[in-house]
Every structure is written in structure tokens, then in C-alpha cells.
């Protein structure tokens, strides 16, 4: 607990001390540091914020030197109640020294710093009088304290929700029963404490105005204040000065524990300030003229105890100017003296101070006239004036009376209630008798315009009357010659004549159609008849025989029907009138409908063409016929004929319908249309820049159609670059591989056992493969852990070291797993790493990202390798969907061959697969 002792409070310096008997030291707490304060100090008034923590540390000043040779400091178990909320409690965090009792011996103000042999002890619950800690310096051993030294310290903490005031002492020399506070010589002799002043702790933040510079505005009335967290200003004796009125009959205008207030007066006069038996503690009032300038120095006015007032509490008057400022200032009138009070202010000058503004007696207030300033009633407050007082507006009508005052400080506006009669009585249909609204107004209670009245009779010339809105009922006659109906069905035209409809023409039955007789009567009204011999279709007169120009098999016939067209008679020609091999002219159903007239399906119909087939009908339309050169290459117009070939490209196809497949040795060329086998050159696979034929030598383009057919970037058939297996093995092993580019370049050099018929005969019998060493071939990730959708490389090499290595081809496969996948996307050789073949002559290498394999080698003798060869790098990416553990691992499936120069193989005895983890969101663990 060093640490605590060196931190400085925050706190203002403590000081307890006793009156010592004749030579005895003095005992004294400050916070930690407060040495220096020590001295200085003559307050024994501390205050703390509820919530913090507080250090008490205890010193020794001896004015009167002599040896120290053991103490013993005691601190009663509980501060005295007087508490207004919480608590305050020793810390207690961990035994000694780190709880709240403890003596920091590395101190170098410490009493015994330095003396070896002291023995120091605490006593935290087994002291039943309180808290303590004692030194015991070694027997006969003492020290001489010319002036401060520490002793040790105390620790409290408050409660956050602690206020109000507690008070602390030393516990004596003689509590039982094992005493408290005592010092003792070398020899046992101690030193006696008689009396102790006692420490004032208060609990709670300092209030806004407890300096000057935080003055709070004090009004006219009670203002409640608090002085239990308030600090004492500097000095505590009046502002004043000397020669200025004191507030006691002694002589002392001292205030502890003070508050400050401005107070501006509004009307001026004599003014009250006090708080009469309105505190719980002894109460000083100090007030000065002015309010901008701190401290204050001109004293108006000064009271300690005022006559009649409980408790030592005060009253102070002064007489006021109007509108200026004053300073007062409330306290105690020592240490002790604080608490809760009511500070009041009152004035009698006759006037009324209301808003701010002073107002004389029987002033209206501005903003309610029913409201007036009477000081015997209220100084600070409009008073209501008397029921009846006239206010608002005077004038006086049957609905709104004069406003008057309702003694409440209300004006009432004196309206009649609705319905209230005025004005007119007069009641009819358009307009009532007038009445209130309620709201001073008196209504004429007109019908809306539109209202009925009077004769409610409605005809074309004569309408239903109805009220005009302004209280007249109209007749609401039609205007004369305006257009009416007299209810007959054969007059027209008729018109209004005063009220009354009539006139008229008589009407014209006419329907406008030639072919019609047309007659009206009031029973039948108009009629018309179609006259013999027409078809009425349509509102148009069509005469008997008419054909539909719409539909050639439909005419006009009235006996069968008088307004629709009828159907023509079976066979009467009409839409396509062409006849050609498949489809005849169309004729009439009889049932109104036009009909084809095709040939039958399958009548031959010859275009003369050879190879679109034999045509035929179908539906009316020549159709093409079957190709005749299905199951053969081409078909040839100008001969009539299918032929197998047009030329080379034809032959040799990988699956050809023919059954003509090029081989290594033979391939085929188009001779008049058909396929002839000609004989090559074993390795001869192809001419130059990637041409199919061969060209009679096996050469640099040759092992070009090998490298394109591994790499699947060929147009040529695949089975042309198969020449053989592996090493002497002339039978083609059904891929191209490094086996095949060997092959071409044995072939070309002269050394190759294997033969075609056009250069020496028949193909060399199969030599079984040389074994002439063995590889452990390796692949390594770049990460161990990846992401869905990850890129991760993959390097293989050869870690055995190899004193020949000619060429080789690699395949590597991916297996596990648990979700999605792991897809190579690319397969590439990097030179710029170890690579085995580096630096070396020309050779030759291919990729297929399609089948996962990779080949490279030389076009002369092999190279020794060291270990850890590298040969290869394959890229891979992470599905979206990936997860699990996937391997990837070269694969010993017969299409992975390490060669040497001597045609030997090198075996692949072992590989070391890479383990890429793929979780989803996984961070990339690079090795």
C-alpha cells in the first residue's frame, strides 16, 4: 500500500491536535504529503466527495525533543452519527499493511526509518475500542523527533450516496482494555493527551455559490439553502474591513461554512433579509452594497443573533435603491455551525416589485386588465380586482354584453347562450326567427339556397319551389320557348309557355334505308318493314344474289335469311385459284367456307436436283427427300454421284463413318473420291505449322504435333501422334505423352528400333523397360489453411538426387475432402527457381491443365540433379462451396515416368502428398 500513501489527495490539508500536557508532543492527520501543510494549517475542517476514498496520515511534532521509543495510534471503530444519507467506512481491502490500518516504513519521515529491530503491528478488528497500529523501536532503543515524523496511516471510504458530517477523535490513552492513543520514551515513561480538538469531515460537492464568484440569484421570498458541503471563504471575517460594523456584541463578524447570493431590488425602500427561525444551526447575514466586484468591500449590514429569533439565527435590514444590486453572504458563526435553512427577503415600500418591473398601487397589470397591483395584498404578485370591474370590450348587444371581472383575475365575455332569441321573430319556410350563436353573434337562420318550399309540384316547365338562401321562396318557372316534352311519342319540338309545355311538330319516322317502308303511331310508335327482294346486312340494302365480298361462298338470299349472308352452293370455285403438282384450285364446302383442294401425301413431285433426294407431297407442299449420300463423305451434283472424299481432310478421321482410321504407319489420302491408305515414316505424324498430313520425315515438326496433342491444342487426329510406349516399346499405348516425343527424336537421330514399311520393314518387336534407379518425388503447398475461393500453389519436386535425368512427365490428382472442390487452373514451369533442366540446351516441355499433367525434357544427354529438385508448380483454387482436408498428390497411374538419357526409367518409388485444409471465412495460413 506505498503506493496509496504517495499519492496526493485531492483533498485540503488536514490538522488534529491535542493540548499537550507540560512537554508532551503533539499528534496531527493530514492527507498523505501534508507535511508542509502542517504548519500552515489552522482549519480541522475537511470535505470529500461522496464516492472517493480518503487518506489519513498521522504525524508527531515535537516541539519540546526528546526520545520517542514506542507508540501506539487509535481511531475509534465508527465516526460519530451524523450522517444524512450513506455511510463512511474504514477500507478494508486486504490484510496489513494493505488494509486500512498501516505504517509505510520505507518512509524516510517515518520515526523509526532506519532503526533495525523495530517490530510494527495492526489491529483492525481485534482492538475492541477501534482501528490502531504500533511500533515498538528495540528495548532501550529510542529516537529523537526534533520536529515532524510520521507515524502511520488510516484509509476511509464514502459511500456514493453519503452526505451531511461525521467528526473523528484519537481514542485516548486510557480506553479499555488495551488502550488507544500513547506515546512512550525509551524507558516506558509515555506522554498524556488530555484534550482533543475534534476533525470535521463533510461529505457532499461544494454548492455553485459557495465562493463569491459563484454568487446565485437570490429573490423576493423563501429561498431554501444547504451550508453542509459549503467551505468557509477566505477570510472568514467580514469584507468589511476594519472600522465597519461588526455582526456580535464581542466583536466577531467571522462567518464559517458561508454561502453567497446577489439580490436586485426592483422597488426601492426598506428590505428584509433573514433567517429567523428558519435554520438548525447558529446563523451570521452579512450584506454589501454592489453586486459586480468580489470579495465585496463596502458593508451595508450585519446580524448575528437577532432578538426574538430561535437558535442564534438572523435578521438583517438595509434600506434599498431602486433597481440596484446587493451581495449577501449566510453562514455560521464557527466551525460547528451548519446545515439546512430558509433565507427570506421581504420589502415595505408601499409599491408592488412584480416581473422585474415596479408597479404603484392600482396599476392594471399589462397583460390582464382584470388583475392590479394592491401592496396591501401582495408586493410581489398582481392581485384580481373587484367582481363587476369593467374589462375587455365595453360595447353591449343582444348576444354580447359588456365584459366585466370575475374577482378570480378572470374577464368574462358576457355572451347570451345559444339559441338565445334577438333581432327579427319572423318565422317562415326560408327564413326563422334570429337567434344566438353563443358566440355574441345573433344569426338570421336562412335556409340554405336549394331548401324546399312552398308547391313541391315538378314538370319540364315547372319545377319544385325552393329557397333562395337570402329567406324569398321561388317559383322556379322554366323560361318561355324553352324546350319541353308534352308525353307523346309522335309531336316533337314542343316548348314552355308561362309554366306550361305545348306546340310542337310532328315527328319523322323516317330510318333513312332505301329498302324500307317507315310508319309511326302512339302504340307501335315508328316501324319500318324491309321491302321484298333485299338482305338488310350490315345497315346497308343488298340485293338477292349479292356475294359477300368477304367471303366468296356466302350471298344474298332473303328467303333464307333477310340480314345475314348465306351459304353459296357446294363446288363454286374461290380463294387460290393456281393448280401445281400438290395442291388443286379451292372450291366452296357449302356450309359457307372456302376449302383446299391438295394432292394426296406422298404424290412425287421431281425438282431435278441429284443430291437433296427424291421429293414428294405433303399437306399440299413438295417436300425435299432423304440426303442420298447418308452413310458416304460427299455428295457430287454434277456427276450424280456420293463420293467417300473431296480431299486429304476427309480420310483418316478418328471415328469415321467409313471405317478408315489413320495409324503411325499408314495414313490415307482422297484418290477420285476414295480413301486410299499410303505408307509413312514411322514418327512422321504431321507436317509443319500444325498440318495433318505427314510431310516423309520424322523432324521438329513431328515432336510439335506430339507436344500439341498432350497439351489438347491439336486439329489433328490424336491417334497420329500415339507412335509408341515407353522407351523401345514400338505398340502405341493409346496417349501422348513423353514416350512419343522420344520417339520422333530417336527417330530423327537414326537410333530408334521401330520401323514402318516404307523405311525397312515392319515394326521392332516390344523391349521391356530398364529400371536404372528409383525417385521419392515430393509436393509441397504454399499455405496449409485457405479460404472458399482461395488460390494455393503447389511445387513437386524430385527429393532424391539423380545422376541422369533425361525427361519426365508428371500426373497429379486431388482427392478428399468433405464439400465442393479443389480445381487446377493452372500447371507451369517457373525458371526462375531450381529448376532441374535450367541453363541447359534446348528441350521441350507441355502442359494439360484438362488431365492435370505437365512434361518436359531434353533434346540431349540428361543432367544430374541434387536433392530437392524442383520440377513442376500447379495452381489451384478453392470452390466456393469448399471444405475439408484435400490431398494432392502425384499420381503412380502409369502416366508419370521419370527417363534417363539411356532410355532407362528411374521408378517412382514413393511420393509426400500436400494436406490443404479449405475452411469457409478461414483466414490464408501461409507456411
Not at 29 to 35: K, L, S
Not at 343 to 372: F, H, K, Q
Not at 439 to 452: D, F, K, M, Q, R
Not at 516 to 545: H, R
Request: charge should be negative; aromatic fraction near 8%.
Amino acid at each position: 500500500m506505498c503506493w496509496l500513501k504517495r499519492v496526493r489527495s485531492l483533498f485540503v490539508s488536514l490538522l488534529m491536535f491535542a493540548t499537550p500536557a507540560l512537554g508532551a508532543p503533539r499528534l496531527f492527520m493530514t492527507a498523505p504529503g501534508g507535511e508542509a501543510a502542517v504548519a500552515a494549517s489552522v482549519s480541522n475542517t475537511v470535505y470529500v466527495l461522496p464516492g472517493a476514498a480518503l487518506t489519513l496520515e498521522v504525524w508527531i511534532d515535537n516541539t519540546s525533543p526528546q526520545q520517542l521509543g514506542a507508540y501506539q495510534i487509535a481511531l475509534p471503530a465508527s465516526a460519530s452519527p451524523l450522517l444524512a444519507a450513506g455511510t463512511v467506512t474504514y477500507v478494508d481491502t486486504a490484510p496489513p499493511p494493505g488494509g486500512s490500518v498501516f505504517i509505510d516504513t520505507a518512509d524516510v519521515d517515518w520515526a523509526f526509518a532506519g532503526i533495525a529491530g523495530t517490530s510494527v503491528f495492526f489491529s483492525e478488528t481485534g482492538l475492541p475500542v477501534g482501528f490502531a497500529f504500533l511500533a515498538l523501536a528495540p528495548s532501550g532503543v529510542g529516537v529523537v523527533i526534533p520536529g515532524l515524523a510520521y507515524l502511520g496511516e488510516f484509509q476511509f471510504e464514502a459511500s456514493v450516496d453519503a452526505s451531511g458530517t461525521f467528526t473523528l477523535d484519537f481514542l485516548p490513552s486510557l480506553a479499555p482494555p488495551n488502550g488507544g492513543t500513547a506515546l512512550t520514551d525509551e524507558t516506558g515513561l509515555g506522554a498524556v493527551f488530555s484534550v482533543f480538538q475534534t476533525l470535521i469531515i463533510k461529505i457532499g460537492s461544494p454548492p455553485v455559490n459557495d465562493e463569491c464568484a459563484g454568487k446565485s440569484e437570490l429573490l423576493a421570498g423563501d429561498t431554501p439553502f444547504d451550508t453542509n458541503s459549503a467551505s468557509t471563504s477566505v477570510p472568514n471575517a467580514g469584507f468589511g474591513g476594519a472600522g465597519n460594523l461588526v455582526c456580535d456584541d464581542a466583536g466577531d463578524d467571522t462567518i464559517e461554512a458561508d454561502l453567497w447570493y446577489n439580490h436586485t431590488t426592483v422597488c426601492g425602500g426598506p428590505v428584509t433579509v433573514e433567517t429567523c427561525s428558519q435554520a438548525v444551526f447558529d446563523t451570521r447575514i452579512e450584506v454589501y452594497e454592489g453586486c459586480g466586484v468580489c470579495p465585496p468591500s463596502i458593508l451595508s449590514a450585519c446580524n448575528d443573533d437577532a432578538a426574538g429569533c430561535i437558535g442564534g439565527t438572523s435578521s438583517v435590514s438595509f434600506n434599498a435603491i431602486d433597481g440596484a444590486c446587493y451581495t449577501v453572504r449566510v453562514g455560521g458563526v464557527d466551525e460547528f455551525a451548519f446545515g439546512t435553512g430558509v433565507l427570506s427577503v421581504s420589502t415595505d415600500t408601499g409599491r408592488c416589485a412584480i416581473d422585474g418591473v415596479c408597479y404603484g398601487p392600482g396599476a392594471l397589470n399589462p397583460m390582464n386588465d382584470c388583475e392590479a397591483c394592491d401592496p396591501l395584498v401582495s408586493i410581489g404578485a398582481w392581485t384580481p380586482r373587484a367582481l363587476g370591474s369593467l374589462c375587455g370590450d365595453p360595447a353591449d348587444s343582444d348576444c354580447d354584453h359588456a365584459d366585466t371581472c370575475d374577482a378570480a383575475g378572470t374577464c368574462k365575455a358576457n355572451l347570451e347562450p345559444p339559441l338565445a332569441p334577438c333581432g327579427s321573430a319572423v318565422d317562415t319556410d326560408c327564413d326563422h326567427a334570429d337567434t344566438c350563436d353563443g358566440l355574441g353573434i345573433c344569426l338570421e337562420n336562412l335556409e340554405p339556397p336549394s331548401t324546399a318550399c312552398g308547391d313541391p309540384t315538378d314538370t319540364d316547365c315547372d319545377h319544385a319551389d325552393s329557397c333562395n338562401g337570402v329567406g324569398v321562396c321561388l317559383d322556379n318557372l322554366e323560361t318561355n320557348a324553352s324546350a319541353c316534352s308534352d308525353g307523346l311519342f309522335c309531336t316533337q319540338l314542343e316548348f314552355c309557355t308561362a309554366g306550361v309545355c305545348g306546340g310542337g311538330t310532328t315527328i319523322d319516322c323516317g330510318d333513312g334505308i332505301a329498302c324500307t317502308t317507315d310508319t309511326c303511331d302512339e302504340i307501335n310508335q315508328c316501324q319500318s318493314v324491309l321491302d321484298a327482294g333485299f338482305c338488310l346486312i350490315g345497315g346497308a340494302c343488298t340485293p338477292a344474289g349479292t356475294v359477300n365480298p368477304a367471303n366468296a361462298c356466302e350471298a344474298c338470299d332473303p328467303l333464307v335469311a333477310a340480314n345475314i349472308w348465306s351459304p353459296a352452293t357446294a363446288g363454286v370455285p374461290c380463294g387460290d385459284t393456281f393448280d401445281t403438282n400438290c395442291d388443286n384450285p379451292d372450291a366452296c364446302d357449302g356450309f359457307g367456307a372456302c376449302a383446299p383442294n391438295p394432292e394426296p401425301n406422298g404424290t412425287p413431285c421431281p425438282n431435278g436436283v441429284f443430291c437433296d433426294g427424291d421429293e414428294t407431297c405433303q399437306s399440299g407442299v413438295c417436300v425435299d427427300g432423304a440426303d442420298p449420300c447418308v452413310d458416304l463423305a460427299h455428295c457430287d451434283e454434277i456427276a450424280g454421284a456420293c463420293l467417300d472424299c473431296l480431299d486429304a481432310n476427309d480420310c483418316g478421321d478418328v471415328a469415321p463413318a467409313d471405317g478408315i482410321v489413320d495409324d503411325r504407319c499408314f495414313w490415307y489420302a482422297c484418290d477420285a473420291g476414295a480413301c486410299d491408305a499410303v505408307a509413312r515414316v514411322f514418327a512422321d505424324v504431321g507436317g509443319p505449322f500444325g498440318l495433318c498430313p505427314p510431310d516423309g520425315f520424322a523432324n521438329v515438326h513431328d515432336r510439335n504435333q506430339v507436344l500439341a496433342c498432350f497439351a489438347q491444342t491439336s486439329s489433328c487426329d490424336a491417334i497420329n501422334a500415339d507412335i509408341g510406349g515407353q522407351f523401345d516399346d514400338c505398340a502405341a499405348d493409346g496417349f501422348c505423352n513423353v514416350h512419343d516425343v522420344n520417339h520422333v527424336l530417336r527417330t530423327f537421330e537414326g537410333t530408334t528400333p521401330c520401323f514402318c514399311p516404307l523405311d525397312g520393314g515392319a515394326p521392332a518387336p516390344f523391349y521391356p523397360s530398364r529400371v536404372v534407379g528409383r525417385a521419392h518425388l515430393t509436393a509441397r503447398s504454399d499455405a496449409r489453411l485457405v479460404g472458399a475461393g482461395d488460390l494455393v500453389t503447389v511445387r513437386v519436386f524430385v527429393d532424391t538426387p539423380l545422376a541422369d535425368l533425361q525427361s519426365y512427365q508428371l500426373d497429379v490428382g486431388v482427392s478428399g475432402g468433405r464439400r465442393g472442390s479443389l480445381d487446377l487452373v493452372d500447371v507451369a514451369i517457373d525458371d526462375v527457381r531450381d529448376y532441374v533442366f535450367a541453363g541447359t540446351a534446348a528441350g521441350f516441355r507441355a502442359f494439360n491443365v484438362a488431365t492435370s499433367q505437365m512434361l518436359s525434357g531434353l533434346e540431349s544427354e540428361g543432367v544430374a540433379t541434387f536433392a530437392n529438385a524442383y520440377l513442376a508448380t500447379y495452381r489451384f483454387r478453392a470452390s466456393g462451396d469448399a471444405w475439408g482436408a484435400f490431398v494432392v498428390d502425384v499420381r503412380r497411374d502409369g502416366q508419370t515416368y521419370l527417363i534417363a538419357s539411356s532410355q532407362g526409367e528411374i521408378r517412382v518409388a514413393q511420393t509426400t502428398p500436400a494436406v490443404i485444409v479449405v475452411a469457409p471465412g478461414a483466414a490464408r495460413d501461409l507456411r
